[in-house]
């Protein structure tokens, strides 16, 4: 097995806009991703984890300056793994990249967020030196919350 971890440029929105559909449920728009990798540039950098060739996982990673500290702000706000990669170290190198990055960036620290219930991720997360310090609450703006079988 020949693993990859690279940024995905907008020439990816086809990968991305699936890994997405089947993480996310978004329904798969490889222009409009490819367009929002490309303006999300300067704030979001997306990582995608290829498998002898195949798209097999993405990260998104938010790395922006923020007011209240000389830092920027790092959280990593999505990681997939296709069904049939799992427990082969993808996640993991996906968040080793996104460490990195945040790193070299300058970050003091960097967030991640998961379901309640989503505890091989949590296991990940704490394997790779990870706390649970706070709750995380959020609302949808102009809809309805729906319950969601990670939470």
Partial sequence: MSLVIRQATPADGAAVAQLNQLFNGVPADAQ?????????TATERVFLAEVDGLAVGFLSLWLFPIVCYPEPYAEVSEL???EGYRQMGVGTALMREAIEVARVEGAAEL???????????QRLYTALGFENLCLHLWTRLGGDMEESTEE
């Avoid at 409009?32 to 999300?40: H, K, L, P, T």
């Avoid at 967030?111 to 991720?121: E, Q, S």
């Fill in 32 to 40: 409009g991703v490819a367009a929002r990798i490309e303006r999300c």
């Fill in 80 to 82: 997939y793994v296709c």
């Fill in 111 to 121: 967030k991640v967020n998961t379901g309640f219930r989503n505890t091989a991720a």
